[in-house]
């Protein structure tokens, strides 16, 4: 059986679940959206509300063991990846509960638990983690993925890796989530040759445009890509075009986008699209309303415990500068 | 030479083949490492013939890609030894290392630490010029979580790398030049004994005095030592501290030396401002004060080394510089000059 058809003839119910984690991040961010008006959040967040599909898509065609380099707008990379909710909003929130004890924050989240190596605050930072986590991976018969944004792509991270990964024969996937504005510039504004899937080519390096709010087309390409890392062939170079539907931080209202190209891309909402394509699928209205008030009462009862969860306590932190 | 003896540069080299014998997870990578020579400075010729190029490859020429997977090899489980073949070459490494290895650890939660080595090749006196000839550690001096080690001798290069090797922690590892060729015991006794590692972060009275302390790390140790046998002439015994790393800084030892001697010369191959040298002296000032009746800084000019020979000798503190500067201090003059 081919790839394509191992994913078309999936059942629906498989499905049902990935939306129900899309949700989830949704939930997430808006959760994050309202905690950071009441001043919970500390400091700055970034939101990753329309570009759901990726992470979930891509995490979907993944092992348990396979590494993931996320960027700091990761809430749902981490999620997508295992992070607990839980976990993840007390660190949002600087708690002690928090997934790497409120020392990380929005930007830098780690959880090498569920093998999240990092979020990582400086653009592309995410490429060369994932690339040297494949050095380890190709040993262990699993796989690492980097997540990073259509900035990134003109960042020494992204030229350097994707030629190192190549010559190396590396399992690694590069995801680009291209939602078209580094901070408040427009990407073709800042891109040569305004095609970033068309770089690998120079690499020999595979590349492909996928409809990033399409969570079928994302797990496709991903499973595709995966499988192919994980036999030995080597990179591939995944171009998922979304959108972000807040602005860049918490400091942006995000005026600079055209009015119309945001109604555009509201109007395809990843998670409309999924739902639509589920209901098209047989799945009933009820079984979506049940995952869609679980991921909503998950993600109260986890706001909950973390507001309820303590700050650290600098008297009882007895941190120390290096591992033992 | 007899057999006893090791060069600086094999010393690294047996320090490389045999912690990747004890441990499987270490791995080497760079720029040239793995081509026959063994890297510019031939410090690691066939040594992938022994491991296979899965455990030791050449790079493309590429910093960031170096140090960054280095980086996530160490998080997956490997433990990566890196060269970045000049240390002026960090500029282009210091990303991963500053932002992401050095603050794995707290910033996880102590989830996990980044056991990773960057090897570079330090130091001026080789007439390389400005940007092929500077010491890097001050760069680093000042960033929680990493560890700086820089080796004075063979046999302390040798400890010292199989312990860097074995730290659980980032460490940059500095190799002077001017080293490579010096020949000098092998590891035998008392410390660090054939085939063991040194424990980073103690330094070691490399001479005793009771004069003064010069403290220093590296080729200045050395050049210190030759330093201390000539002021021994004008009947100043001089006590050498060979500081062995940077980050962590062995004050204790340096202090326990200051109480006795109680006169203090920092030697830096590198500017005055911001390195390890005026580091220490505001440390043992701020703990030690007390005991001193003198601390002073034998440093570089704040300019880029110089290309020209002449420049260059005149520009390094060299084993002359160090003693001229204990007997200006001391005001013993030189009768060489006299």
Redesign the interface.
């Given at each position: 059986m081919t790839v394509d058809a191992a994913v078309s003839t999936e059942a629906p119910a498989a499905y049902l679940a990935r939306y129900g984690e899309m949700l989830l991040i949704r939930r997430f961010e808006t959760e994050m959206h309202r905690l950071f008006l009441k001043g919970e959040v500390h400091g700055t967040t970034h939101l990753s509300t329309g570009q759901e599909a990726v992470p979930v898509g891509v995490c979907s065609a993944l092992e348990p063991g396979d590494y993931l380099a996320g960027t700091y707008r990761g809430h749902g990379h981490a999620l997508a990846k295992g992070t607990d909710p839980e976990a993840l909003i007390a660190e949002m929130l600087g708690r002690a509960t928090g997934v790497c004890r409120g020392r990380a924050g929005s930007m830098n989240v780690i959880d090498v638990e569920h093998n999240l190596v990092g979020c990582f605050g400086i653009v592309g930072g995410s490429i060369a983690a994932a690339t040297g986590a494949a050095l380890a991976a190709r040993r262990q018969g699993q796989v690492a993925v980097a997540m990073f944004g259509d900035g990134a792509t003109n960042q020494g991270y992204f030229h350097e890796c994707l030629n190192f990964a190549e010559v190396l024969a590396l399992p690694v996937v590069f995801v680009c989530e291209n939602n078209f504005y580094g901070e408040f510039t427009p990407m073709l504004k800042v891109t040569a040759g305004q095609d970033i899937a068309a770089r690998a080519g120079a690499y020999g390096i595979p590349g492909h445009v996928v409809d990033g709010n399409d969570l079928w087309a994302v797990r496709e390409a991903a499973v595709q890509a995966v499988g192919r890392a994980r036999s030995g062939s080597g990179p591939t170079l995944l171009e998922c075009q979304t959108y972000r539907h807040h602005g860049h931080s918490k400091a942006d209202p995000a005026r600079y986008r055209p009015p119309e190209e945001v109604e555009r891309w509201l109007a395809r909402d990843p998670l409309t699209i999924a739902r639509t394509r589920l209901l098209e699928l047989g799945v009933s209205e009820p079984a979506i309303a049940e995952v869609e008030e679980a991921a909503r009462a998950r993600m109260d009862r986890a706001v909950e415990a973390a507001l309820a969860a303590p700050y650290p306590d600098p008297a009882a932190e007895h941190a120390t500068e290096f591992a033992p | 030479m007899t057999s006893a003896e090791l060069e600086f540069r094999a010393a690294i080299r047996e320090a490389i083949i045999e912690e990747m014998e004890r441990d499987e997870s270490v791995?080497f990578f760079g720029e040239d490492i793995a081509a026959e020579q063994g890297g510019v400075f031939a410090v690691t010729p066939r040594i992938q013939e022994r491991f296979g190029s899965?455990r030791v490859?050449d790079?493309?020429i590429?910093e960031?890609?170096?140090?960054?997977?280095?980086?996530?090899?160490?998080?997956?489980?490997?433990r990566?030894i890196i060269e970045i073949m000049f240390g002026d070459f960090m500029g282009?490494a210091m990303?991963?290392l500053v932002?992401?290895s050095a603050?794995?650890?707290?910033?996880?939660?102590?989830?996990?630490?980044v056991p990773l080595v960057v090897r570079s090749a330090v130091g001026g006196g080789g007439r390389f010029g400005a940007i092929h000839s500077q010491t890097h550690a001050s760069w680093f001096q000042g960033i929680?979580?990493l560890?700086i080690v820089f080796p004075s001798s063979p046999a302390e290069a040798k400890g010292l790398l199989k312990g860097a090797i074995r730290d659980?922690?980032p460490v940059i590892f500095l190799e002077h030049k001017r080293l490579y060729s010096v020949r000098g015991p092998a590891p035998a006794h008392p410390a660090p004994a054939a085939g063991e590692a040194l424990p980073l972060g103690r330094a070691r009275v490399a001479r005793p005095g009771s004069d003064l302390t010069i403290a220093s790390a590296g080729k200045s140790v050395a050049d210190a030592l030759e330093a201390a046998e000539e002021l021994a002439g004008d009947g100043i015994e001089a006590e050498v501290i060979d500081l062995r790393t940077l980050r962590?800084l062995d004050l204790d030892t340096v202090l326990e030396s200051v109480a006795r001697t109680n006169r203090l010369l920092a030697v830096e191959e590198g500017p005055r401002t911001g390195g390890f040298g005026s580091g220490l002296l505001g440390q043992v000032a701020e703990h030690g004060l007390h005991d001193l009746d003198d601390a002073w800084l034998l440093a570089t000019d704040e300019l880029p080394i110089p290309y020209s020979p002449t420049l260059e000798d005149a520009f390094i503190p060299d084993a002359r510089a160090i003693a001229a500067a204990v007997r200006e201090r001391a005001g013993v003059m030189d009768e060489r000059h006299a």
């Open positions: - | 791995v899965e490859f790079t493309p590429s960031l890609a170096l140090s960054g997977a280095a980086f996530g090899a160490a998080v997956a489980g490997l990566p282009l990303d991963s932002n992401q603050k794995y650890w707290y910033v996880s939660g102590e989830q996990r630490s929680p979580g560890k659980d922690n962590p």
